[in-house]
């Protein structure tokens, strides 16, 4: 009994950790003072809806349930480290290097093959080498600036979050997604009137 009550307490600490990201404001928003920055979870969780879109017979080379899986995890160390940006002042291989403890430590939480296979799913989109992972890192992107043109028309901001357009220009490799890109920036320049922001290529 003591055993099995020492396993569900770890599960616990697991669960504490996903409730930590619900209310992790992300760090982007927040220094771009933003009224109501989004969650790491709740970007999470846009994330893993948009991945549903992805392996029907237009697309059967990539796995939907592992890029939906894979976008519930992809951030979970942020529970530990925090949302890391390069405005925080730590280096990508820092940053690697502190995600990957703390996706370490959550595997104690969690029974051995779940927690090696959230482990995996983690190290997989940080390499970023299977067709998965370039989907799941361009709904990473993707969702960042639809986000990001919400918050320029919610609080009349409009241009204002231009940076995180640029900081994504012509990084996206998925073909359903560049459509999705190629829409979103149409309706932002119809919405910002002509044209300080021309289309980019994707």
């Not at 080379?61 to 992809?74: N, Y």
């Amino acid at each position: 009994m003591a055993s099995s009550s020492h396993g569900v307490r770890n599960l616990f600490n697991f669960f504490w950790l996903c409730g930590k990201l619900k209310h992790l404001k992300r760090t982007g928003w927040v220094n771009h003072k933003v009224s109501e920055p989004e969650t790491v979870s709740g970007h999470m969780y846009r994330m893993a809806m948009m991945s549903f879109l992805f392996g029907s017979k237009s697309n059967p080379s990539v796995d939907r349930d592992r890029c939906i899986r894979m976008a519930l995890v992809h951030d979970l160390a942020e529970s530990i480290v925090g949302d890391l940006t390069p405005s925080s002042g730590v280096s990508k291989e820092e940053k690697h290097s502190r995600e990957k403890a703390a996706m370490e430590q959550i595997q104690t939480y969690l029974p051995q093959e779940v927690g090696k296979e959230m482990y995996d799913l983690w190290l997989e989109y940080e390499t970023g080498q299977t067709a998965e992972a370039r989907v799941v890192k361009d709904l990473d992107k993707f969702d960042m600036i639809f986000q990001a043109f919400e918050y320029e028309k919610a609080e009349s901001r409009e241009g204002e979050l231009q940076q995180f357009f640029d900081s994504t220009k012509g990084t996206f490799v998925s073909p359903e997604v560049k459509e999705w890109v190629s829409e979103l920036y149409s309706m932002r320049q119809d919405a910002l009137g002509p044209s300080d922001y021309p289309h980019p290529s994707n």
